[in-house]
Every structure is written in C-alpha cells, then in structure tokens.
C-alpha cells in the first residue's frame, strides 16, 4: 500500500563533481540514494530510510508540518533550484553530507542530511541507473505519443484550415451572387419608381391644362349671356316705356255721369 503512494525522482546534482540523487517520497518520510558512479551512499544508517521520527524531528526544528517539510525537500532534491547553494562535503570515515539552501521569510537557511556508505555500492548505482533507463524509455514513449498526437491535431488542423478556406470562398461567392440579384432588383424597383413618377408628373400637368380649359370656356359662356339678356332688357324697357301713358281718369267720368 505504501508503494503505491510513493513518489520518484531523481536528480542530477551539478556541482564541481556530479551526482546522481534518486529520492523515493512518502507522506510521513522519504527515501535517499546517491551515487557518483563509482561510489555509493544513503541518506542515514537505516539505509534507504529518513525515519518518521527522524523527519518528525526535522520538522519540529524547522517550525513546520511534516508534510511541509517532506514538499520543501522534494522541491529541492526533484530539480536542482536557481539560487539555492548545494554542497556534497566529506564528513569523515566514508561518509558525505548533503546539504541546500533556501530562504524563508527573507532569512537564508541551510538544510544538511549525513549520508553513509552504501554496504553495496554496485546494487545502489544499478539501482539508479535502472531508474534512470526506465524513466527514459517512458519518456521517450511519451514524447513519441506526444508526436503522434502532435501530428494528427496538425494534419486535422489543416483540414480544418483547408475547410474553412473552402466555406469563406462559398461564402464570397454567395454574398457576390446575392449582391448581384438585390442590385438588379433594386435597380428595377428604382427605374418602376421613375416612370411612376414621370407619369405621375404628365398626369398632374395635363389636368392643370384641361383645368385651366374649363375655366375659359366657363368665363366666354358667361359673357355670351348677359350681352344677350342686355339686348332682351332694351326692347322691354321701349316697350314698358310706350305703356307709360296717363290711364283715363275714371273720377271725371263719374262725376259726369251724375250731373246727368
């Protein structure tokens, strides 16, 4: 079950002599493995193990949660860190400490863990070597699953490309067809609107004329008619004017007749 919770890294430590450390990343310790090619060594005399009462009291000193201790280390020790200082250092009777720097709140500290001789150094490098090998070959199949995939996002991009290509032309091509109808209607619509207006025009001028025509025949008809009534009204004014004699006096008749 711890196996499987396990984490694996390993790191090619660039320093004036280079070394290989492989670290193996539980939840409450770790494991450290480190060869120069030649020799061996691990972190601490249990060889392969940073107990969980040694790491607990790293922490403690550190003011730190286990687990924060444990992703602070691997941090360190899964990629060589810009500006942290690592030392691999003779400690004496075989043994080496490793040490790196990092900085906390503005202070810069140093971790440092002793390393003993591994009791098989051929097993140890073997060990990391393997790793290393197998770490390669999966890379290696993944960049090549990466490529291939690469290539057929690539070759799908360019029918993509090429499709879309394909649609803007079919497009263009519609939205000029298109263009071309509605200007041809329009043009029509434009040339139907100037006739109507033109006849519209003929319309209205010639019936102002025929207007205007009524209107001249309304006024002569007009004048005819009084020159004939004045003609009329002479002759019965004459003809008034003989009746204007005196009518006979009837009073001076009468007045004869009683006399008689």
């Not at 007009?222 to 006096?249: I, N, Q, Y």
Request: hydrophobic share 30%; with cysteine; aromatic share 10%.
């Amino acid at each position: 079950m711890e196996s499987t919770m396990a984490r694996h890294t390993c790191l090619k430590l660039e320093i004036p002599e280079p070394v290989f450390i492989k670290g193996t990343w539980f939840p409450f310790h770790f494991n450290l493995s480190i060869t120069d090619g030649l020799n061996s060594w691990f972190c601490n005399v249990f060889y392969l193990t940073a107990t969980e009462e040694e790491v607990r009291d790293r922490a403690a000193q550190w003011d730190q949660p286990v687990s924060t201790y444990i992703q602070l280390a691997e941090k360190h020790l899964g990629f060589q860190i810009p500006g942290s200082v690592y030392k691999f250092t003779d400690a004496g009777e075989g043994n080496k400490r490793l040490s790196w720097t990092f900085e906390k709140e503005g202070t810069k500290l140093e971790w440092r863990w002793k390393c003993k001789p591994s009791p098989d150094t051929k097993k140890t490098t073997t060990l990391i070597l393997d790793f290393l090998m197998d770490s390669n070959i999966r890379l290696s199949e993944e960049v090549v699953r990466k490529t291939q995939s690469f290539e057929r996002l690539k070759g799908e991009a360019e029918k993509c490309l090429a499709q879309s290509e394909k649609f803007n032309c079919q497009k263009m091509e519609f939205e000029a067809a298109v263009y071309a109808k509605f200007l041809g209607v329009l043009n029509s619509k434009k040339r139907k609107l100037r006739e109507l207006r033109d006849q519209l025009s003929k319309k209205e001028i010639s019936g102002e004329s025929a207007q205007e025509e009524d209107d001249s025949d309304k006024t002569e008809s007009f004048d005819t008619g009084s020159d004939d009534e004045k003609s009329v009204e002479k002759p019965r004014e004459k003809l008034a004017g003989t009746s204007k004699d005196p009518p006979p006096r009837r009073g001076n008749v009468r007045k004869k007749i009683t006399h008689k």
